[in-house]
Nanobody, 125 residues
Framework: HVQLVESGGGSVQAGGSLRLSCVVS????????MSWFRQDPGKEREGVAA???????AYVDSVKGRFTAPKDNGKTILYLEMVSLKPEDTATYYC????????????????????WGQGTQVTVS
């Protein structure tokens, strides 16, 4: 019923930029936390960015100042705008959403999010 579809990944050189998109459908809660996670093989999935329906935002320290997670006015697409990409940003990026009181708890926890996309690969060399 709830569908999340990521797109926009690719291979870029260090210092480059990418814009990821997460199209959300079937999610009817008025208040929520929408988030981006990333995961490299053999490593734990890491919360990267969060946007609450109350307008609050949070980012992991390693991406602050480089990543931004805006949402469209229709509240159907969550973006992850990434600039000044580094090799350590290489990972599969996942979009996730959960109903909340309108804010996101930090740090993000995988177990808190019931709805996930399939991921999109970002490779920085």
């Amino acid at each position: 019923h709830v569908q999340l579809v990521e797109s926009g990944g690719g291979s870029v050189q260090a210092g480059g930029s990418l814009r990821l998109s997460c199209v959300v459908s079937g999610f009817t809660y008025r208040t929520y936390c929408m988030s981006w996670f990333r995961q490299d093989p053999g490593k734990e999935r890491e919360g990267v960015a969060a946007l609450g329906s109350d307008g609050s935002t949070a980012y992991v320290d390693s991406v602050k100042g480089r990543f931004t997670a805006p949402k469209d006015n229709g509240k159907t697409i969550l973006y992850l705008e990434m600039v000044s990409l580094k090799p350590e940003d290489t990972a599969t990026y996942y979009c996730a959403v959960r109903p909340t009181g309108g804010y996101c708890f930090w740090p993000l926890r995988v177990v808190d999010f019931p709805y996930w996309g399939q991921g999109t690969q970002v490779t920085v060399s």
